[in-house]
């Protein structure tokens, strides 16, 4: 298989279909899941978190993740990600053909008990076991497995979230067998200098190589800031999502996660190759629209279009304004 960056600076993962059908009420029909996922990959994205493999009763939005994946995993190109709460999750993660699987700690405890009604070294023992059934797996079928550090920039329960505490779930999960961490700023709390900082710690602990991408969210307006730092520190995987779907639970109203759109046009307009074609995703935005219509879809780009004469990287423009 070709290296997932070949020919881009930054790999866009699309969350929406998990992160953001999660955190709404709808419940969106089988073949547009299906149809979301595929003009998305047409669109140019690489990367597709499709569901989570929790119980139904709990998701009612996401009991067809196990269809979805064995479908996203039929489109060429395609990495197909799905979230896994728990040892059982990731067996049928496993057995749906998920090329990554993740699977979220709460660094506070606290909320980690509330969601997942496990304490830390209760979701640690998930992940040992999940990393020994990948060892019994050969080796060009093993999936890559995240540990993802959520609530890793404050959480609504605790508030602060130390750095310190971060770091040392990060060497656990790797210490463990996790081929990479996450980070997550599942609650919106995160600011640019706190982003650069902690991405610098956990590197120190654990090596550069074990985190290369970050989950933001856009509650109170910082996610693009965010995106920033996480660039200048030298992240290049960021998740996002369709129309920013999602909302927040914590802060009703808020809008949720960072906004594709809005990302790819960042990314674009700097000269960052991302291989999406701005313009088939937007395109997109219909289907979500037509299967979702209570839901409410963010997005500046969307609304304002593209600038006069602009060209996408993917139709050989070199970004907005540069080297001319
Ligand atoms: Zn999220």
Redesign the pocket.
Known sequence: MTDIMDGIDILISE?GPR?GLQSVDSIMPTDAKKAWIKAEADAGVREIEVGSFVPPKLLPQLADTGEIVEYARTIPGLQVAALVPNFKGAENAIKAGAHKITLPLSVSETHSQANLRKTHAQVLEEVEKIVALIKTIPEGDKPHFEGGLSTAFGCTLEGHVSQSKVIEMAEKLVALGCDEVGL?D?TGYANPVQVKELVIGIWAAVGRDKLTGI?L?NTRGQGLANVMAALDVGLDTLDSSLGGIGGCPFAPGAS??IITEDLVFLLDSMGLKTGIDLEKLLAVRSTLAEAIPKEALYGFTPDAGLPKGYVQMVNGGAGWGRGD
């Open positions: 969350v992160d997550a599942t989950h969210h949720g996660n």
